[in-house]
């Protein structure tokens, strides 16, 4: 199947530090991407959707400035949380749908575990 | 109300038993459903598409009514190996792409 990488896998970084998530669909392009945030016990919870060429959509209650995102091609999405807190500290996953599919099936990647301390 | 709700679980089982979870979701404009499982501090992965005629992959078998918006997943003879996080997921749009994740419903296959 179609594979989605993530890098980091894991971050520690001080309050106040700016954090960059880096999304890549390895085997096929991808001109939407999906950035979700998970807090320990709780289900996935869409940030924002990203699109290659144009401005990311966000989700009501998620700061546009806190969590910038940038689709600079095909095949990468980054998430940027810019001035880091605690209460930033999630599981951050992006996925990805395929045009292969024709049951609109997205592809995750591994994830990144944001610890801000 | 959440758009997509989920049994509260956690549904602590014996080996071999059947375990079946319910979903239900308010969006009747949705167009695709999904089960996911997840393992403990892992992504999301696609166990099988949900069908309006039901569907089944061995052990699972998914049934969705779109009249009354609701999804379940039955599964048989359960190994230890199904022990996940068992997640209803449906698309927000006619486009299909824009995923809604319930809450999960926790399963614990015991020896």
């Known amino acids: 199947g179609a594979v989605v990488s993530q890098h980091p896998s894991r971050v520690i970084c001080k309050s106040g530090t700016s954090v960059k998530i880096e999304c890549r669909s390895l085997d096929f392009q991808a001109t939407t991407m999906f950035w979700y945030r998970q807090f320990p016990k709780k289900s996935l919870m869409l940030m924002a959707t990203?699109?290659?060429?144009?401005?990311?959509?966000?989700e009501q209650g998620v700061e546009k400035d806190k969590f910038l995102i940038n689709h600079a091609s095909l095949t990468l999405s980054t998430l940027t949380v810019t001035s880091a807190h605690p209460e930033d500290s999630s599981f951050y996953i992006c996925?990805?749908?395929?045009?292969?599919?024709?049951?609109?099936?997205?592809?995750f990647g591994p994830g990144t575990r944001l610890t801000v301390l | 109300r959440k758009e997509v709700e989920q049994d509260p679980g956690p549904f602590n089982v014996p080996e071999g038993a059947t375990v079946a979870f319910n979903c239900t979701y308010s969006?009747?404009?949705?167009?695709?459903f999904f089960w996911y499982r997840q393992d403990c501090r892992k992504e999301p992965k696609l166990l099988m598409s949900?069908?309006?005629s039901g569907n089944e992959d061995g052990r699972f078998t998914a049934q969705l009514n779109r009249a009354s918006q609701y999804i379940s997943l039955l599964i048989r003879d359960s190994k230890l190996s199904d022990s996940a996080t068992y997640l209803c997921?449906?698309?927000?749009?006619?486009?299909?792409?824009?995923?809604?994740f319930g809450p999960g419903t926790r399963l614990s296959v015991l020896p």
């Open positions: 996925s990805a749908p395929t045009s292969h599919s024709s049951y609109n099936e997205q592809f």
């Open positions: 990203s699109n290659e060429g144009s401005k990311a959509t966000y």
């Open positions: 969006n009747s404009a949705s167009q695709s």
């Open positions: 997921v449906v698309t927000r749009d006619n486009y299909g792409q824009n995923f809604v």
């Open positions: 949900v069908y309006s």
